[in-house]
């Protein structure tokens, strides 16, 4: 045993120095049951011996390979245990011989692929390998697919993946006929890939049936053409089991008749789809705009679980959906790069268990002043990846995460944010706050607390649902990851493998603040320090930059120190200034006091003088205030407005004597009205006017109020309330305007009035006060029998 591995090691040696003597330079690898050789030109570079225990193998040939796919080169007994076999990129290799296959009796796995002169195989090439499972016959634009046909038929019994990718350039039509049907009939196919065929022409009801045991049926970027004759609904597509539908780039599906139609086949797909892939399927030219709007045949969505519509130039998504059939199911959506403008909010609430969406690459900066748009994301409970990058937003609405509890990742970068607000109190899981390449010049401290919470209030790791949802984006973004039983033979990956480094999710919060026009200065001074300091992580940390003055920095310590000492002096200046500034107030304060104190003592004293004054019987005022009002007002003037004025000016003054002048007390009978206004205003010092509709109607009232106006009477207005003044006197709008006022109304006999009558009542004394030192002031020489001023120096 130890000889024979002796020997094998040997020969590989000798093989290698023969390689290495040549002007192509081989190289072979291995890796556990793995080997792959390169750049084989000839059968002298053919590892023609295998080392021990290889399962797995893979040939890739070179530019000017001449090697040509014939017996012999799998004779050795090293061969005998592969079980998966790549021969790929030989260009000179024009056929498949008949004994090509031989010594693989174990073979499972084949891939005969990028052999560009490749153009027939013999019909019996199989049966040196009768248990292939997966077959690979992809990039060989001009082998023909009668050649394939005739090596299937009668032959692999166990054939369940079959790939013809890119078949048949050099034809316009890949015909799927009968013979096609034959070759796999009985083999109950689960995997067909005939992706990147120029035109697929679908002449026969036995080609649909054979679909009935396919999971996964990839015909991307293929063009497809119906018989006329084709009988949709009955052949074998309702009855499909598919799984996995890939119609990516496939924008016609269409009716071979005299009258082209539009067929849709996921109409007549089974219900149990779970993952579909329609990225771009409606490719048209820039000015065609495609409105999603109804939606009224869903039979395949209830088990929908990814669904990939991007790059499908979709302006409009406003879908109603009939029925009861909603995307329950569906917890994946891509929606990138459709310029779109926008999405409804109701199309969003029937996917409740959506966990990942894409809307990227869009135009929904437009629905920014739209009231749909705080709350879009708020029935969708289940979110836990959101991209919203390049869709040029100007703003976000604080409550747009509000109701995503599971949030994990949000993803604004390459937009327009100038300011970031996001309440992100519930996004207790949040991982990934991305705000690459945005305007944003500081984040407010609110953004930074709730973060910082997060990492304190962090929830224990989830590992089961992070794996989940990383498996699910994964797959999202690549559908040969989407689960083993879709994947067959050589780097088919038996489960996603995870490495942190892979993880879109990561154990720590993370934030991506890199390429914004970032100030730093004595205004952001907290949150310079905070992203330098900080135990979040910042994404590229030591690259963030902020400019500082006419400067672009780097944001470090240094720069944090630099602005801090800066943003210092004026404090210094600022102390000192202030001690100053204190000190002075401190004086002003003093003498503010003493000057109010003896302003008090004068107005205690104005007030005494003129108690004093309109108490004695020989004044030349008898009443403090003069109350002119219109007749059709008295009983309001009589019930409310009088004995309150009259009962608040006694306390005041502390007399009981009457102190109020109307006209209905107070003229003597028999004089004339005007002779008698005149006298009642001479005699009082304060005129307070009850303005009314009927008020301003009236010409005794009017003439009152210009009368009084005209001696420079002091004037305290009482005006009800919702009088109109527009159209009175010139006199009274500036009264009204130039003065403030007390509003009353009388609402089914309840009278109010603001302020209160005890304001009104000092407002009156007050004003009563002034006039009274003015008319003094004015009149040095006082008659003898007039009681003197009380000092109030």
């Not at 000015?287 to 790059?311: A, C, E, G, P």
């Not at 779109?340 to 629905?367: A, V």
């Not at 690259?543 to 470090?556: A, E, H, I, P, T």
Request: contains cysteine; hydrophobic residues 40%; glycine residues 2%.
């Amino acid at each position: 045993m130890y000889i024979g591995q002796f020997l094998i090691v040997s020969l590989l040696i000798i093989v290698s120095v023969v390689i290495s003597s040549s002007d192509v330079h081989v190289t072979c690898t291995l890796n556990d049951i793995s080997f792959t050789c390169t750049n084989i030109s000839s059968k002298t570079d053919f590892p023609l011996v295998l080392p021990a225990n290889i399962q797995q193998v893979t040939i890739c040939g070179s530019n000017t390979a001449e090697l040509s796919l014939t017996s012999g080169l799998f004779k050795h007994e090293s061969w005998t245990n592969v079980s998966e076999l790549s021969i790929l990129e030989f260009s000179d290799a024009s056929c498949i011989e008949r004994d090509f296959l031989d010594g693989l009796g174990k073979l499972k796995f084949l891939s005969i692929s990028a052999c560009t002169e490749l153009k027939s195989i013999d019909p019996d090439v199989f049966n040196s390998a009768p248990d292939i499972e997966a077959l690979h016959l992809d990039e060989n634009y001009k082998l023909e697919l009668s050649q394939v046909e005739a090596a299937l038929a009668g032959r692999l019994s166990k054939l369940r993946y079959l790939s013809l990718i890119g078949i048949q350039a050099t034809k316009t039509r890949v015909v799927l006929g009968e013979s096609f049907s034959k070759a796999l009939q009985s083999k109950n196919l689960t995997n067909l890939i005939l992706s990147r065929v120029r035109l697929l022409y679908i002449e026969h009801d036995s080609v649909l049936e054979t679909w009935a045991t396919i999971r996964y049926l990839n015909i991307s970027y293929s063009s497809i053409l119906v018989a006329a004759n084709i009988k949709w609904m009955q052949t074998g597509i309702v009855r499909n089991k598919f799984e996995l539908v890939d119609i990516s780039g496939s924008p016609r599906i269409i009716q071979d008749t005299i009258k082209t139609q539009v067929v849709n086949i996921t109409r007549y797909m089974h219900q149990n789809i779970t993952y579909l892939f329609m990225q771009s399927i409606t490719y048209y030219p820039n000015q065609f705009r495609v409105h999603i709007r109804y939606i009224n045949t869903l039979n395949l969505i209830s088990s929908l679980k990814i669904m990939d519509l991007s790059q499908n130039n979709i302006i409009i998504l406003n879908i109603t959906f009939a029925g009861e059939n909603y995307l329950n199911a569906l917890e994946a959506l891509n929606l990138a790069s459709n310029n779109m403008e926008y999405i409804s909010p109701s199309f969003l609430s029937s996917l409740p268990s959506l966990r990942i969406l894409d809307l990227s690459n869009n135009q929904l900066h437009i629905m920014e002043t739209s009231h749909e748009l705080p709350n879009i994301f708020s029935k969708n409970k289940d979110l836990e990846i959101i991209y919203l990058r390049n869709n040029k937003l100007s703003v976000v609405p604080s409550t747009l995460f509000s109701s995503n509890t599971k949030l994990r990742v949000i993803d604004l970068s390459e937009n327009e944010l100038v300011y970031f607000n996001v309440d992100l109190c519930n996004a207790v899981n949040l991982k990934i706050t991305d705000l690459r390449k945005n305007l944003i010049k500081t984040l407010p401290a609110v953004f930074l607390e709730q973060v910082e919470q997060i990492v304190r209030h962090l929830p224990t790791t989830n590992t089961h649902e992070a794996i989940k949802t990383n498996i699910l984006l994964r797959q999202l973004r690549d559908k040969n990851l989407i689960a083993d039983k879709y994947n067959y033979g050589y780097n088919a990956s038996k489960s996603v493998q995870l490495a942190e480094k892979h993880s879109v999710i990561p154990q720590h919060l993370k934030i991506n603040i890199l390429d914004n026009p970032i100030v730093c200065d004595c205004d952001t001074l907290d949150f310079v320090k905070w992203v330098i300091v900080t135990d979040i992580v910042i994404s590229n940390r030591t690259n963030v930059r902020c400019s500082y003055g006419n400067k672009d920095q780097f944001l470090n310590i240094e720069t944090y120190e630099m602005i801090k000492e800066n943003c210092r002096l004026p404090y210094k200046i600022g102390f000192l200034t202030g001690s100053l500034v204190a000190l002075a107030l401190c004086i002003f304060t003093f003498a503010a006091i003493i000057i109010r104190r003896n302003k008090r003592a004068r107005e205690n004293q104005g007030l005494e003088n003129l108690r004093r004054e309109i108490l004695h019987d020989n004044i030349n005022f008898k009443y403090v205030a003069f109350l002119s009002y219109c007749s059709q007002d008295e009983h309001i003037v009589d019930e409310h407005i009088l004995p309150s004025l009259d009962r608040i000016i006694k306390e005041k003054l502390n007399t009981e004597k009457d102190l109020v002048c109307t006209g209905a007390d107070s003229f003597v009978p028999g004089m004339l009205i005007i002779d008698e206004i005149h006298r009642c205003i001479t005699e009082s010092l304060v005129i307070v006017p009850v303005i009314t509709p009927a008020f301003l109607g009236s010409r005794w009232s009017l003439r009152e109020c210009v009368d009084a106006l005209e001696k420079q009477r002091q004037v305290v207005v009482l005006m009800k309330q919702n009088t109109n003044t527009n159209d009175t006197i010139g006199a009274i709008k500036q009264l009204i305007a130039h003065y403030t006022r007390a509003t009353w109304s009388d609402n089914e006999g309840q009278f109010l009035i603001r302020p209160s009558w005890n304001s009104v009542g000092e407002a009156i004394i007050q004003r009563a006060s002034e006039h009274f030192l003015n008319y003094r002031r004015q009149n040095v020489n006082t008659p003898n029998d007039l009681i003197p001023l009380v000092d109030i120096t």
